[in-house]
């Protein structure tokens, strides 16, 4: 049950299977992987990676050795999945790498010659490698992957067990660069005939078979966020954001509204006033753009200050206690982000901090 007197953020693991089960539709043969970041896009990677090892997948990624540690934990003995960390092997963290069993994905020439230390030592080493192509963000150029590859005993005694890149402008489907990353990742994954190859991210899996490879790495998109930044029918919301009305107010036109003079009414309006507020995660830029979801329709949010949002409900009949959806199937979030000039991703992770959690579904 929701609590009556604060926001609570609904994660619906039903849901998240659900679009677990549309990207895999659109995988073909390609293994899904699911990218469980920054705590599983702020949702629980632990519920999130449990429910997903039930759907059937076998291999996650994180970003930081930390959250791989973490995984660890809470997928527990009895799911040895695979957990790939995204950067790779900090200096210094071998030890913590092998006792959490994390599959480091090698994203720099130092960091191969660390893991080469390593393996050394434990006589082998399971590792991926990150080759940028085109990004410039993360992982060895193109030269540095075609010169190891061409001296396998610089890479002995590590398994090179998957070779991947990440796409800059999936979310576009017509931008040539894809076809160019595309074209530079398929000469590199040559060099290494005996590593699995991965690609594509949540947008990338819609970009055709050619994408896909033996593996792709879905983050946003199993948690509702459309493949193009706008709303997929296909997928369903996995995370609800609601709260109750504190008050019903009528403002004069000329009247503010918060803060400032920046939000004057110019007409009279009719607002509830909802207890919740950027602390639980709604971001602040959205006020004036973005729409909540209130007696049946989609309503202008007013203001988003520290603890208090302001809907104007027009004329619709209203009541304090009653629940006004600020995120979830009506309130799609590709519509949230794009009224607070970000992405799906930043609205996900930023639900964090206050609102109470609820868990639907099984575990
Ligand atoms: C975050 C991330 C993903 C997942 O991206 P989505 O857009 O959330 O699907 C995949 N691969 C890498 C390297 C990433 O950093």
Redesign the pocket.
């Given at each position: 049950m929701p609590s009556p007197s604060s926001a609570t953020l609904t994660i619906d693991l039903d849901a998240l299977a659900h679009n677990f089960g549309v990207l895999r539709g659109h995988a073909g043969a390609a293994e899904m992987a699911p990218?469980v970041?920054s705590d599983g896009?702020g949702l629980g990677a632990g519920p999130v990676a449990c429910r997903l090892w039930a759907e059937g997948a076998r291999s996650f990624?994180v970003?930081r050795l930390s959250e791989g540690e973490a995984l660890r934990q809470s997928l527990g003995p009895g799911r040895a999945a695979t957990i790939y960390v995204?950067d790779g092997l900090p200096t210094g963290a071998g030890a913590r790498l092998a006792t959490a069993k994390l599959t480091p994905i090698l994203t720099s020439l130092p960091q191969v010659a660390e893991a080469q230390a390593l393996a050394a030592q434990a006589g082998g080493l399971h590792v991926g490698l990150h080759v940028d192509t085109g990004m410039n963000r993360?992982g060895i150029t193109p030269d540095e992957a075609r010169a190891l590859a061409q001296a396998p005993d610089r890479l002995a005694p590590l398994d090179v067990g998957l070779v991947?890149s990440?796409l800059g402008s999936a979310t576009d489907p017509e931008d040539p660069r894809n076809a160019a990353q595309l074209a530079k990742f398929e000469t590199i994954r040559a060099l290494f005939p005996v590593a699995r190859a991965s690609l594509a991210?949540?947008?990338g899996i819609f970009l055709g078979a050619d994408y896909r490879f033996d593996m792709v790495?879905?983050?946003?998109?199993l948690y509702g966020?459309g493949p193009e930044e706008r709303p997929d029918p296909r997928l369903k919301a996995v995370a609800t954001l609601d709260a109750p009305i504190l008050d019903i107010r009528n403002i004069a036109a000329g009247e503010m509204i918060g803060y400032g003079s920046k939000t004057v009414v110019e007409i009279p309006t009719r607002a509830a006033i909802v207890a919740a507020g950027y602390t639980d995660g709604v971001i602040r830029m959205a006020k004036g753009r973005a729409a909540a979801w209130f007696a049946g329709a989609l309503r202008p949010v007013l203001i988003v200050n520290m603890d208090l949002i302001a809907v104007d409900i027009g004329n619709a009949p209203a009541r304090p206690g009653e629940r006004v959806e600020l995120m979830g199937p009506h309130a799609q979030i590709d519509e949230l982000a794009a009224a607070a000039g970000t992405v799906a991703?930043e609205c996900l992770v930023r639900m964090s901090a206050r609102a109470e959690r609820v868990y639907l579904g099984a575990i």
């Amino acid at each position: 049950m929701p609590s009556p007197s604060s926001a609570t953020l609904t994660i619906d693991l039903d849901a998240l299977a659900h679009n677990f089960g549309v990207l895999r539709g659109h995988a073909g043969a390609a293994e899904m992987a699911p990218v469980v970041k920054s705590d599983g896009y702020g949702l629980g990677a632990g519920p999130v990676a449990c429910r997903l090892w039930a759907e059937g997948a076998r291999s996650f990624f994180v970003a930081r050795l930390s959250e791989g540690e973490a995984l660890r934990q809470s997928l527990g003995p009895g799911r040895a999945a695979t957990i790939y960390v995204l950067d790779g092997l900090p200096t210094g963290a071998g030890a913590r790498l092998a006792t959490a069993k994390l599959t480091p994905i090698l994203t720099s020439l130092p960091q191969v010659a660390e893991a080469q230390a390593l393996a050394a030592q434990a006589g082998g080493l399971h590792v991926g490698l990150h080759v940028d192509t085109g990004m410039n963000r993360q992982g060895i150029t193109p030269d540095e992957a075609r010169a190891l590859a061409q001296a396998p005993d610089r890479l002995a005694p590590l398994d090179v067990g998957l070779v991947m890149s990440h796409l800059g402008s999936a979310t576009d489907p017509e931008d040539p660069r894809n076809a160019a990353q595309l074209a530079k990742f398929e000469t590199i994954r040559a060099l290494f005939p005996v590593a699995r190859a991965s690609l594509a991210a949540s947008a990338g899996i819609f970009l055709g078979a050619d994408y896909r490879f033996d593996m792709v790495r879905p983050g946003v998109s199993l948690y509702g966020g459309g493949p193009e930044e706008r709303p997929d029918p296909r997928l369903k919301a996995v995370a609800t954001l609601d709260a109750p009305i504190l008050d019903i107010r009528n403002i004069a036109a000329g009247e503010m509204i918060g803060y400032g003079s920046k939000t004057v009414v110019e007409i009279p309006t009719r607002a509830a006033i909802v207890a919740a507020g950027y602390t639980d995660g709604v971001i602040r830029m959205a006020k004036g753009r973005a729409a909540a979801w209130f007696a049946g329709a989609l309503r202008p949010v007013l203001i988003v200050n520290m603890d208090l949002i302001a809907v104007d409900i027009g004329n619709a009949p209203a009541r304090p206690g009653e629940r006004v959806e600020l995120m979830g199937p009506h309130a799609q979030i590709d519509e949230l982000a794009a009224a607070a000039g970000t992405v799906a991703h930043e609205c996900l992770v930023r639900m964090s901090a206050r609102a109470e959690r609820v868990y639907l579904g099984a575990i």
